[in-house]
């Protein structure tokens, strides 16, 4: 019974922990901070009870290890599932990348702290996360424009909709359609104003898109498709 228990807890433990490198390995290429993350998934649990000691110094030792690799999976688990990893259309192509760029209306040069996505008009545009809607409605140069907090300081933005159809308050599901894709506010042409923020700081959308590829191929490989 011995030799089983051990064993079976070596399985568990290597599976775990291959699961959790796989998930480091999809936030380290978005450029988020893992330890920052997993530190506010594990502030954001409450925790309580009676302190009971334990005789067994093996078993409970072996308990612990097996506790804190299960509370490391399922805090990594959570934070994937709010991170935006997929694009918000199913079909685009990428007329303005994130960072320096000649501004399209006055041709001077200016930071794009999103990335513009071209499809057709009334293209369906989909939540790239769960979250929360903070933010529905006009804004200046975002046009019609929806905002999403998906938790751990990560929201999104979507500007120029041609339709909003979703309201400040409500709760959004991953890739639930949130509006449809426009030429509202500043622009030259229908397209999607995609961003990302973390912590109220520009991130680099294509990242998250691209370390989200990385994730679904590593299923469909585990699955054998």
Known sequence: ??????????????????????????????GLDINELVKRSFSEVPRGGTFIPEIDEDE?????????????????????HSIPLVAPLDYY??????????????????????ID?????????????????????KRANY?????????YGLKTRYGHLHKINKKKGEIINYREEIGRLGSSGRVTGPHLHYEILYDYKPQNPAKF??????????NRIEKGD
Not at 143 to 151: C, K, R, S, T
């Open 143 to 151: 046009g019609n424009m929806v905002e999403i907090d998906h938790g």
């Open 93 to 114: 192509w990428v007329s303005s990348v994130f960072g320096k760029r000649k501004d399209p209306i006055n041709g001077k040069y200016a930071t794009h702290y999103g």
């Open 1 to 30: 019974l011995e030799k089983e228990y051990a064993t079976t807890i070596s399985i568990f433990l290597e599976s775990s922990e291959n699961n959790s490198e796989t998930l480091k390995k999809t936030i380290t290429e978005t």
């Open 209 to 218: 898109i691209n370390a989200g590829k990385n994730v679904f191929k590593i």
């Open 117 to 137: 996505l071209v499809a057709q008009t009334s293209t369906i545009i989909m939540a790239t996360a769960s979250g929360i809607v903070t933010s529905s409605g």
């Open 60 to 80: 409970t030792r072996n308990e612990l290890i097996i506790e804190n690799k299960l509370q490391e999976v399922h805090a990594l688990q959570n934070i994937v």
